[in-house]
């Protein structure tokens, strides 16, 4: 069985949160800080508003010290039921103990609380990072039965049409058409806070009862040419040489060989031949159709029929040279040669098909 990304995670997390059932601490932490900002909305949201000015506390770490926070996290709530303490940047405790006393401290003054939590408090710690399980903080809150620590990393690319598919329905509880999620999600990249801000914008824009189609996407977020980097993917899939190189001059044209235009279209190729190099890797090492998709943990089917469609063009000796081509484009663009914009993209076309 694939392991859980942080789609999966913040879906199980949510529901661990409004449960009644509900842990009295929680510790949210990883790379992905769209999944954090959004647990803390609705952590927030679990209280009240009229209750909110006395017993929900927002701190930071960097203005306290543990024993601080433990006190705030200790007392009782003012007329509600409950108090929620949320503490942002809690690794950096340490740092702050020991700039404000000059002593010792620190967050091993939390592990008598995390055996004995108020019951009345509900505290929510938010790190980048996550404790290390080898010291005395990170094993309490892995064998502590009040606390429950969820970590959030990066969603893999070949994930993002999926997440794009599920917040659609989720969030605004219209269809979007798998074509049109990969395209968002190929266009866009992997930054959840950037995606949903377009996802946003194309909901607003569609019928809330007509699919999301290519269109669509392409005419709300600017994609409304003759010739995209998506035209150009199926020509260089296909190793059509003659159309790939007319797509990318008339690209070119379109941006006035813009530099940005370059640095994108390398990046969405270099997913895309990631993707595909997945696939023939675990195709050499015997696995079926089925358990490569199994593997990779892409659950949408057309979407990833696609990709084994891509796949099936190129074979696993075909990726080195590929990378090769695409890790020079890549330094080229970013001002290591003097080529220009136009010669650096159709060169790098050159190498992938020949």
């Not at 010291?135 to 690319?157: H, R, W």
């Amino acid at each position: 069985m694939a392991k859980k990304t942080s789609i999966e995670l913040y879906n199980e997390a949510l529901q661990d949160l409004k449960s009644e059932s509900r842990k009295p601490i929680y510790f949210y932490c990883g790379e992905e800080e769209f999944f954090l900002a959004k647990m803390q909305e609705h952590v927030e949201e679990l209280m009240p508003p009229e209750h909110k000015d006395f017993n929900l506390d927002i701190i930071y770490a960097r203005d306290k010290t543990p024993e601080q926070v433990l006190g705030i996290a200790r007392s009782y709530p003012m007329m509600a039921d409950k108090r929620i303490v949320i503490v942002r940047d809690f690794l950096s405790l340490n740092i702050s103990s020991y700039n404000q006393t000059g002593t010792g401290g620190g967050l091993d003054d939390f592990l008598p609380y995390f055996e004995q939590p108020n019951p009345n408090t509900l505290l929510v710690l938010f790190d980048s990072k996550k404790p290390s399980g080898r010291t005395k903080l990170g094993k309490a809150i892995n064998s502590s039965k009040q606390a429950k620590l969820y970590e959030f990393q990066e969603v893999p690319d070949y994930r993002l049409p999926d997440w794009i598919l599920e917040w659609v329905q989720d969030h605004y509880q219209q269809q979007i058409e798998p074509a049109a999620a990969q395209m968002l999600a190929q266009y866009v990249g992997s930054n959840l806070q950037l995606l949903s801000t377009e996802i946003d914008k194309v909901c607003t824009f569609v019928d809330t009862s007509e699919s999301i189609k290519e269109s669509h996407i392409k005419k709300v977020i600017g994609l409304y040419r003759e010739y995209s980097v998506f035209e150009l993917k199926d020509a260089l899939i296909e190793r059509n040489l003659e159309n790939s190189l007319f797509i990318a001059e008339q690209m070119l044209q379109q941006s006035k060989a813009d530099t940005g235009e370059i640095i994108r279209s390398v990046g969405f190729f270099y997913n895309m031949f990631s993707n595909i190099w997945q696939i023939r890797r675990l195709i050499s090492q015997g696995n079926t159709k089925q358990q490569v998709k199994n593997s990779m943990g892409i659950n949408n089917s057309w979407y990833f029929n696609k990709l084994w469609e891509d796949a099936s063009y190129y074979r696993l000796n075909d990726m080195p040279v590929v990378f090769e081509a695409l890790l020079d484009a890549d330094r080229a663009a970013k001002g290591f040669t003097k080529m220009d914009p136009a010669t650096i993209l159709l060169l790098m076309i050159k190498r992938i098909i020949n």
